[in-house]
């Protein structure tokens, strides 16, 4: 690096959050505890203090003005990682799940250049209800990773400029539409194994009732079967270092 020169800023952790004020304080603490990266919380119109709580953890809060979800609280990170001039952002669940001691083993594939996206894998963490959509969304979507819907992920720059487009926007969920886009596009995504917990807090927002889950299966597999065809034909593999 030449003198004067300026290092790249660490890469950033970003947290969609919707009322999660009982537990989102252990969450940013668990990640200082291990790292000085940037923690981000974006907060999706909670009717919690989940805001205020969040910032007197230590995290940055990006307060939405409307609630758009998971994916697109998760976007408007993305967008603030870009503009910051972040090259690696960690997207991460509010809820407890995600273990901040995995962060190093999950950043090593993107960090060494052998992927572009990784993803904190745990199937065991599955339900059955979870068990059998996953198996039709990987049939009807051709995608052959094994968690599609854990947000536990690491993005480097190229990634983090596709899902910040226009097509990324028209999604609902981060699962099969967008690894779609990514394989489309050519990138590199494997599983990295973790162990996850229990959520310490709330429910799921598709899998806690036969109505969202019936819309969310409805939605996912169509956009499966209707976008297969642009993937990238290639066989990730799983990273268990």
Known sequence: MTEGSKQPPLPIVLIPAFNEADVIAEVIREIKDVCDYAVIVIDDCSTDNTAEVSQDAGATVISLAAQ??????????????????????????????????????????????????????????????????????????GLRLEDITSGFRVYNLVALGILVEWRATLLDYQDIGVLLLMQSHGLKIVDVKINMRQRLNGKSRVFYSWATVVYYMCQTLLLGLTKRSRVQKYQPRALNE
């Open 68 to 141: 758009l979800g998971a994916w697109g609280a998760t976007q408007t990170g993305m967008r603030y990682a870009l503009r910051h001039g972040y090259e690696m952002a960690i997207t991460m669940d509010a809820d407890g799940q995600h273990e901040a001691q995995s962060l190093a083993m999950l950043m090593q594939p993107v960090a060494d250049g052998l992927a572009d996206v990784a993803i904190g894998a745990c199937t065991e963490r599955g339900t059955t209800l979870r068990q059998v959509a996953w198996v039709l969304m990987k049939r009807a979507s």
